[in-house]
DNA sequence: ACGCTTTCTGAAAACGCTTTCACGCATGAA
DNA sequence: TTCATGCGTGAAAGCGTTTTCAGAAAGCGT
């Protein structure tokens, strides 16, 4: 009676096609030249047989797990899909699969869910890994990439991100240069977000290089939240605080800030300009259409998965991609009304 | 000298902890009682030594991958972020990892990428599949769900997907009925896309229920795509097809319309009303405001997933999951300003 | 006190591959 | 002819777990 199992393995072939498993194998890696003849027959053997080779079993005798890994906080957001749709494909391209993991609202450590036991390499986005695991995985020399978060400083963890103060100071050079705006609000991220702080930097220089002092009663909370910007305008609006412009933050912000203007019978761009970043899809469709800045996210993750395959074949990464942003204006700093709308 | 190994291995905690490999196994698996104060020193140990079970040795020994494999042909889409964050918080809920993979392009069958080796069950979306993978899948008993697709008549898998049908019938309707309009557009997806066929039949039915004779010159292309939907629609003004309302098929092409609409002067709703399907994000920002019908696709992605876990345990699934869709009604149809947005 | 469970533990056998090592054989040089 | 060389292949040793099987120890009813 012969045993019944679920799959053909190894053996199988090898039976079938009269060889050992080792010559089975080496067909199967290529890593070894085999007789065309006899890998032939193997060929033959494998496809008759429908016989898919077990990844756990590859994994466990070649130390290789031929998978990527992805940490992020949270799934959603407007960059997001770009973002994942640029490593997704990397990774593909690489040969490579791909594990996502999501961080949010977990208590980790408590089954490490992804690390050096099931990938090759991760892919890190922002603060998505607890400081001690990132530590304790670059100190085994476990190839690392960051994503849109500068490491520790004694930590060597190649970073890709984009040009968020350049970024931001074209922004605001060009509400104050081309619109002569003076008092320009800045609504901050999340509490420690480091584009946010980037963005920010790129507005003080902006400021700095024009002569316009900095009123700190003019930066504010936004948290890149529609919802929390909105009400944060309303509340400086109610305060009888004066500005002639936003730099929101990023869009999803200056939607709230369109909201609360609007509410409040505000003029955009007339009384108020606004200007976001990021440039997510309705940037152009919002009325008056969004100045903003357009970052390749997509090209931050085909880069970071570039980076950490270097990392995998031994070679040497860069430390730091800096990803060049590009202004895009539209209607809401001023600017003559684009042909594409109304 | 010893043997210098990157990781701890089970024998390593074993050792350290005075016990064998089988009962370290034990207190890692829970699955067999182990003495509690025996279990604590393999806990110390285990923590002391950094170990890490290995996920192929384990998978390899247990037969079991942990993994369930999500397989979808584009990265991208409105709707696809929704998807994914459902899909991986339930996937996390249930204790299991994800693993993506996108057949955009790729020569099938080259390398089986994904399936029953490297996968305790599949997610699949729309048509990543080919045919004869799917059967042979099936064939062999490999949990699969579909979702959006309806399976091929002999195969018994579950499916999950939502009401497009009386969606676009409340839709329809509601034109109909609360607006008068009798000469209705409607704007097909792309070829054999299900969501739009199923669209469709919900669009004729809503026609019929109301004694309007149904019109093949209102049927058209609109790919559910901006550009297509768009020159679709210049064309039919151009060739002075008559109607007072339009279908589009999704909001992304619900925008070409409102493009094409613009471009001619055409007043929405006034001239036509207009109507999308999906609630994309900025339906409820562009001017006006887009009605359309809300899935819940979030909600999707759950449920493919506790389906897929039922039949993981042996359970039963159910064969068809419909989720239940929302009008939302704006301005495009015609109906009184919201006060959300002027 | 005696068998009979029951509970915990260890030895060892899988799990299905890759890879090292060695061997047989043909080839070309001496 | 002989010897080194190299190529294609098979045997077998891992890879690091889980799981089965059996045995030792402990509890329990009579």
Redesign the interface.
């Known amino acids: 009676m012969k045993k019944t199992r ?2 053909a393995t190894i053996s199988d072939v090898a039976e079938h096609a009269g060889v050992s498993i080792a010559t089975v194998s080496r067909v199967l890696t290529g890593n070894t030249p085999v007789i065309e003849e006899t890998a032939e027959r193997v060929r033959a053997a494998i496809a008759e047989l ?1 016989f ?6 590859r ?2 005798a070649s130390r290789k ?1 031929n ?1 990527i890994g992805l940490i992020l906080s949270e ?4 960059f ?3 973002l ?2 640029g490593i ?2 990397e990774v ?1 391209t690489a040969g490579y ?6 961080t ?1 609202g ?1 208590r980790q450590h408590q089954h ?7 990938t090759d390499g991760l892919l890190v986005f922002t603060s998505s890994l607890e400081l001690d695991e990132l530590k ?1 995985l670059h100190s ?1 020399n476990f190839p690392l990439v960051l994503m849109h978060q500068t490491p520790p400083a004694d930590l060597n963890i190649p970073v890709i991100t984009i040009e968020n103060k350049d970024g931001a100071e074209m922004l605001v050079s060009h509400l104050i240069e081309k619109h002569g705006r003076r008092r320009i609000v800045y609504m901050q991220g999340p509490e420690g977000h480091e584009d946010s702080q980037w963005r920010e930097r790129g507005y003080r220089e902006a400021l700095e290089k024009h002569n316009i002092p900095f009123d700190p009663s003019l930066v504010v909370k936004g948290e890149f939240d529609e919802e929390q910007a909105s009400s944060t305008m309303q509340q400086m609006i109610a305060d009888g605080i004066e500005f002639d412009a936003v730099f929101a933050g990023d869009d999803d912000a200056a ?1 709230g800030v369109y ?1 609360a203007l ?1 509410l409040t019978s505000r003029i955009i761009p007339d009384d108020v300009a606004v200007v976001g970043f990021d440039d997510i ?2 940037a152009r ?3 008056p259409a969004l100045t903003t800045i357009r970052a390749p996210i997509e090209e931050v993750g085909r880069e970071a998965v570039r980076q950490l395959i270097h990392l995998l074949n031994g070679q040497q990464a860069q430390s730091l991609v800096l990803m060049r942003t590009e202004l895009v204006i539209r209607e809401s700093c001023g600017c003559a009304l684009s042909d594409h ?2």
Chains 1, 2 share one sequence.
């Open positions: 679920k799959y429908r898919v080779p077990r990844t756990a079993a994994t466990l797990t998978t799934i959603g957001g407007a997001f899909p770009h994942l749709k997704e494909a593909r699969e791909l594990l996502i993991h999501s949010q977990v490490r869910a992804v690390g050096e036991h099931n304790r085994m939607m909201r609007k899809q309705f469709y919002i009325s709308h109304q």
